[in-house]
C-alpha cells in the first residue's frame, strides 16, 4: 500500500489536536498552513473504481465543501499514465485540505452526521459487505510547507494530468534538508520558473513509510508535462542545486504516480 492507515494515524489526530490550538470552529479559516489529508481507495476492479469516483464526485466532495474543505481533488490513475505500472489501475485518490487540525480531525464523524451525505452516497453505504464499492483504505496526513501553505488549484484545463510525488529519507534528518532545499533551497523556486506551480507541498506527519514529503504537480496536458520537466532538467539554478554536497542522500526512493482527475475534482 501506498500509505499506511488506522489506529495510530487516529491516535496522532488525537494527540495532534490537543497540542494545536484551533483559534475557530471546524471548518473556519484558523491557520496560514492547511493539514492535507491525501487517501487512497483500492478497488477489486475498473468498474468498482468508476462507480467509487462517482459517489465522491455526487457525494464526498460537495460534503466536504459542506465542512469548510473548499479544494477536494478526486482522482484515478491507468498504467498508460505511469509508463506501464499497473499498480494503481484500480485506485481512487483523493486529496482534502482543512485550515486546522481539530476540522480535519472531525471530518469523518461530521461526514456520516450529514444525512444529504449519507442519502447522496447510498450506493458506498448499501453496497453488501460481500460486494463493497473497495476493499481498502489507506491515508497520509501532510502539513503544508510555510512557502506552500494552501492547497491551489494551478489548472482547470479538461486534459490536465496531475503528478502525486513522495520522496523518502533514510533519516529524519535527511528528510529535514530535502524540505530545505525545496524551500530555502529555491527548488521550488525554480518549479515555478519551469512552469511546474504546485499544487501542494506537505510534510508527512503519519503514513506509510516516514519520513517523507509529499507534492502534487498539475499539468495543462501532456505536452505541458514533458516541456516543464525538460526545462527542469537542464535549467541551470537546478544543475547548481543538485551539486551541493549538503543536499547530498536526502531522498533515497521518490515514488511518482501520474494522476487524471474525475469529473468533480476541484483539483
Sequence with gaps: MLFRTG???????????????????????????EWVEVKRYV????????????VFDTALVPALNRQGAAKVGVFWSAAALNEGNAEYDTSVFVVAAFPCLKA???????????AQYRSDAAALFDAPMSDPLYTACSSALLYAFPTC?????????????????????????????????FEQ?????????????????????AGD?????????????????????????????????KADTQYKDTANKITNIVLRPSKGSQL
Excluded at 473556519?28 to 498552513?33: F, H, I, M, N, V
Design 7 to 33: 489506529f495510530r494515524v487516529v491516535c496522532l489526530l488525537a494527540v495532534l489536536s490537543c497540542l494545536v490550538s484551533c483559534r475557530t470552529v471546524p471548518g473556519g479559516p484558523c491557520a496560514a498552513r
Design 104 to 114: 480535519l480531525a472531525a471530518s469523518e464523524e461530521r461526514l456520516l452526521a450529514d
Design 209 to 241: 513509510r516516514l519520513p517523507n514529503l509529499t507534492y502534487l504537480l498539475a499539468f495543462a496536458n501532456q505536452a505541458e508535462k514533458d516541456a516543464a520537466w525538460k526545462l527542469f532538467r537542464e535549467h541551470p539554478a537546478w544543475l547548481k542545486l
Design 149 to 181: 501553505p494552501r492547497v491551489e488549484q494551478v489548472t482547470d484545463s479538461p486534459d490536465r494530468l496531475l503528478q502525486l510525488r513522495i520522496y523518502n529519507s533514510y533519516t529524519p534528518e535527511r528528510n529535514a534538508k530535502k524540505v530545505e532545499m
Design 43 to 54: 478497488c477489486s476492479s475498473p468498474v468498482k473504481r468508476d462507480a467509487l469516483l462517482a
Design 185 to 205: 533551497g529555491g527548488e521550488i523556486d525554480i518549479f515555478r520558473a519551469c512552469g511546474m506551480p504546485p499544487v501542494f507541498f506537505g510534510t508527512a506527519l
